[in-house]
Each structure stands twice: as structure tokens, then as C-alpha cells.
């Protein structure tokens, strides 16, 4: 494989350094060489926030990524910012519950996920992160499903009630929903 690479963009505190490091973990565990590159905007919550994560059978030389191949953008301010980055030919995971416009690139592969409305079915709106990079793993075929579910299962080990399940769920959503429009 080629390396491959995402950005994943939105506001602080929709979970995208979560699924960053679940993506990063679930290739560790296909035994791929990986970076996870996180960064903040001013505010913790709220600001912008997003993170790169590199993924290859080789060593990764660098975390830095200015042309991604992927982009998952979870608000308008990361659409607006990131679509213009991405590598031409590159995917497009767009949150379509918070951006309205559509993609202004022709050269990109797109994917409209309604990502709060499917979370809000498994049970909570918080899990719009999960149901997103769902739809990244149908897309790409980086990291296998069952890998990055196992992932989600071990970085919400011990916590209370069904979060697991309603999280892991949350990602079958995406995946699925991305599935049907490949």
C-alpha cells in the first residue's frame, strides 16, 4: 500500500481526536507504521480542532501533510478551509446535519453523511464523530471495519453503560451509509 493520509476537521469537542487516534490505533493493530498529528485552535471547545493522521506499511517520515487524499469535515469553518487542500482525485467525507453547501471541487470523490441525525438513532448526537469516520473506512479501505470496531470497543473499555456499543453502532451507520454511495 501507499501511504495514505486524512485530516480530520471540525469544532472542539465533536470527538475528531478521538477517531483520530481510534484510526491510528486500528492500523497499529493491522501492524502499519502510523503519525496522529493533533491541533487546537484558541478554544479548547468550540474552536476549531482538527488532526492528521498518516497511515503506511513503511516508516512514516513525517506527520505533516499539506495535499491529504481525505478530508472529514465535520462544520462549515472545515469545509471551508480544508476542501481546497485535499489531493486532486482525493476523498470528501462532508457532515451534511451542519454543512448546507456542497462541495465547489468537481475533482473530488464526495460523500454526504447526515452524521448528528444517524447518531441521534443509535441514541446520541455524540457519536456523530464515530458515524463519520465509519463512512472514512468504507471510503478508503485503509484499515479494516472489524479493526477499527475493536478499536472503539478497547478505548471505551470500562466505561459506564452501553457507550461501546452505542459507539461502535454509530460507526456501522457510516460505514453503511457511506457503502450505499460508493
Not at 33 to 62: F, H, K, Q
Not at 167 to 182: D, H, I, M, P
Request: charged residues 25%.
Amino acid at each position: 500500500m501507499a501511504t495514505e493520509n486524512v485530516i480530520l476537521a471540525g469544532f472542539g469537542g465533536q470527538g475528531l481526536m478521538a477517531i483520530g487516534k481510534i484510526l491510528a490505533k486500528a492500523a497499529m493493530e493491522e501492524g502499519k507504521n502510523v503519525t496522529w498529528l493533533p491541533s487546537y485552535g484558541p478554544e479548547m471547545r468550540g474552536g476549531t480542532a482538527n488532526c492528521v493522521v498518516v497511515i503506511d506499511d513503511e516508516p512514516v517520515g513525517s506527520p505533516v501533510v499539506r495535499e491529504p487524499q481525505a478530508a472529514v469535515v465535520m462544520n462549515k469553518q472545515s469545509i471551508d478551509k480544508f476542501e481546497a487542500t485535499v489531493k486532486q482525485g482525493g476523498w470528501l467525507i462532508v457532515n451534511s446535519s451542519l454543512i448546507e453547501r456542497k462541495a465547489e471541487r468537481k475533482d473530488l470523490k464526495v460523500i454526504y453523511v447526515p452524521a448528528n441525525e444517524l447518531a441521534e438513532k443509535e441514541g446520541t448526537g455524540k457519536s456523530a464523530n464515530m458515524v463519520m469516520l465509519g463512512a472514512y473506512v468504507a471510503a478508503m479501505k485503509t484499515t479494516s471495519a472489524k479493526a477499527v470496531e475493536h478499536a472503539i470497543e478497547a478505548n471505551f473499555a470500562g466505561k459506564k453503560g452501553n457507550v461501546a456499543e452505542v459507539n461502535v453502532n454509530a460507526f456501522r451507520q457510516g460505514y453503511e451509509t457511506a457503502k450505499k454511495s460508493l
